[in-house]
């Protein structure tokens, strides 16, 4: 999970829609601003480029039509993680990662583990301080990404492993070959350092992972750790 910026002014449709008898959130403008804002991932698992997109009120309206036309109460969400965390009250008072005051990438720590041999991995999501709103975010997190809750929620969540997996394999390989190989000119090595710089930052699939996993090592921290956001 990312901290991201909402843009303001909201889109002028909702305004309009609020006012409508049958009005509706789901309109181009929101579309189009909720996919940029959240650089075109899921707020929750940090998949990109995903093909069920919700758009998750994070506070339920529950018919509230306040709640339902706010601008700052709509996410960008997939399908996946939308039907994982619906209404259910133990994600309550998760944290906001609109807040800039809930450091959702800082205060929870990602990284991953080998499952049932070194192509199969889980995901290990622990909290890192005790505040409000962290224990239900980890929660819901381990939900997402290893859920066995139902047969279909078993092979959603293991094939977002797939992808996590094989994002971070390849931003390794970036790291791996930063640091061992030797027939790397400057300039060549330069390329794969701003390569590696760019898997941290906000638009890269995943990002939270990929900076805890620089955050792991003294030496990748001292290298890589002003490129971090
Ligand atoms: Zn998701």
Redesign the pocket.
């Known amino acids: 999970m990312i901290n991201v910026v909402k843009h303001q002014p909201p889109p002028a449709s909702l305004a309009i829609e609020k006012l409508k008898l049958n009005g509706t959130y789901r309109t181009e403008d929101v579309g189009l601003q909720i996919q940029k804002d959240f650089y075109n991932k899921?707020y929750?698992?940090e998949?990109s480029d995903?093909t069920s997109i919700n758009t998750e009120h994070f506070v339920p309206h529950k018919g509230d039509i306040n709640l339902k036309f706010d601008w700052d109460n709509l996410f960008f969400?997939?399908g996946?993680?939308n039907n994982t965390k619906l209404a259910k009250a133990v994600y309550d008072n998760m944290l906001n990662c609109t807040n800039p005051a809930h450091e959702v990438t800082n205060w929870i720590r990602y990284s991953t583990i080998e499952d049932d041999g070194f192509a199969k991995i889980k995901v290990v999501v622990e909290e890192v301080v005790a505040r409000d709103g962290v224990t239900p975010t980890v929660t819901l997190l381990n939900d997402?990404y290893n859920g066995e809750h139902t047969i279909n929620k078993k092979m959603e969540s293991g094939n977002?492993r797939k992808r996590l997996h094989r994002e971070l394999a390849a931003f390794y390989d970036l790291v791996f070959k930063f640091y061992l190989d030797a027939n790397l000119s400057a300039a060549e090595k330069l390329v794969v350092r701003n390569q590696i710089a760019g898997h941290l930052q906000k638009p890269s699939a995943f990002s939270a992972f990929k900076i805890w996993a620089i955050r792991s090592k003294e030496k990748y921290f001292i290298d890589f750790g002003a490129s971090i956001p």
């Open positions: 899921c929750i698992c998949d995903i969400v997939c996946h993680c997402v977002l």
